[in-house]
């Protein structure tokens, strides 16, 4: 219990290392593609702090089980160099045992994954898509410029001859057809844009108001000092916005049907995938354990099975992926990415077991 103590606490600390360098470069990543979108649409610093964090639990499903691989690989690796390996097998200890604690690790890295690809991901998913389908549904105050026509959200068009200033406006010219059953055309000498709660709006000031409907073949006409009009369209909320397959659970992805034949393979696939990509940190973890202890106790030898469990990891992760892809134009291809992830998990238990090997009995 000691020795698979000692093993485990390494893989923890290697693994919380890994997997946080890698999320680091992801987040670096998703940052440059937000950043632009965020700051158009006037957003807070909060704002995009809790967007970054709503994809995590996507990203995990993906991350997790290569930082594990690396963690086991880093503390085989370093054991066979410090001779710990050799000693081991020279006083008898099993590959089994020796190999329990990377085991233990892989197996907890499993049931999380499977807790968050079942409920965490869907939650956090829908989130992240209300949130996005939100903000880019308001009105971006920074993009309003002098002598262009802006297209502030679908139906809603705005021309400014001249900016005074960051928020003040002259000789404004707005056409609203947001609502299907009238076009609404302003022209306004000043005009001043305020944020309420978030939601950008725009005052204007002495001008006139022209409504046109398809049941009238008249215009009404307003002149007004003082007219509000708000910028952004109604959020969207789960109820009528399209659902994502990724908001889905795993059982609703597997027995849904839908009229659209395509979508209805790609949420089996994602249903399968679910279900198979947190058993790739077990099968990995085994895969790396069973290179390093079934193979040559050499000092400059473990290069040689690093480039191995590199070589293997990401053929398995890209037929994975692969299998996802086929499964998406034939359904019935699904068996493949159960194949793909159980197929090294038991060559490598039995490779470490090895049943069919009789022990020696010293006389």
């Not at 390996?85 to 604690?101: E, F, T």
């Not at 956090?124 to 389908?133: A, V």
């Not at 019935?332 to 009789?358: A, D, E, N, T």
Request: net charge neutral.
């Amino acid at each position: 219990m000691v020795l698979t103590w000692y093993i485990l606490r390494q893989c923890l600390s290697s693994l919380l290392l890994a997997s946080f360098s890698i999320i680091g470069l992801v987040w670096l990543g998703q940052t440059l593609r937000l950043v632009e979108l965020l700051v158009n649409k006037g957003a807070l610093f909060i704002d995009f702090l809790y967007v970054t964090l709503l994809g995590v639990p996507f990203w995990l499903l993906i991350i997790l089980p290569i930082s594990s691989t690396i963690a086991a690989t880093s503390v085989m690796s370093k054991m066979q160099q410090d001779k710990e390996l050799l000693a081991m097998s020279a006083a008898g200890i099993s590959p089994i045992r020796v190999g329990l604690g990377p085991m233990i690790m892989g197996g907890l890295i499993t049931m999380f994954l499977m807790i968050n690809s079942a409920y965490l991901m869907p939650v956090t998913y829908s989130q992240y898509k209300t949130f996005m389908t939100n903000l880019r549904a308001s009105a971006p105050i920074i993009i309003l410029q002098e002598g262009v026509f802006i297209d502030i959200t679908k139906g809603l068009t705005i021309y400014i001859h001249h900016k005074e200033s960051d928020n003040v406006f002259k000789d404004v010219f707005i056409r609203d057809s947001r609502n299907e059953d009238m076009v609404v055309e302003i022209h306004s000498d000043k005009a001043t844009v305020t944020i309420d709660n978030e939601n950008p709006s725009i005052v204007l000031f002495n001008g006139i108001r022209t409504q046109f409907s398809d049941t009238s073949t008249k215009a009404q006409i307003l002149e007004f000092e003082s007219y509000e009009l708000n910028m952004t369209q109604k959020s969207v909320s789960n109820g009528n916005r399209p659902q994502d397959y990724n908001e889905m659970g795993i059982g609703e992805l597997l027995t849904k049907n839908t009229s659209n034949r395509q979508y209805q393979n790609e949420m089996r696939a994602e249903g399968h995938f679910r279900l198979t990509a947190p058993l790739l940190a077990l099968s990995l973890v085994i895969m790396v354990i069973a290179v390093f202890l079934r193979s040559r106790f050499q000092r400059g030898h473990y290069w040689y099975q690093i480039s191995i469990v590199t070589g293997l990891t990401v053929f398995i992760e890209l037929a994975h992926l692969t299998a996802r892809s086929m499964t998406v134009n034939f359904s019935g291809l699904f068996p493949i990415m159960y194949l793909v992830v159980f197929l090294p998990l038991g060559i490598g238990f039995l490779s470490l077991w090895q049943p069919w090997r009789k022990e020696v009995v010293p006389a």
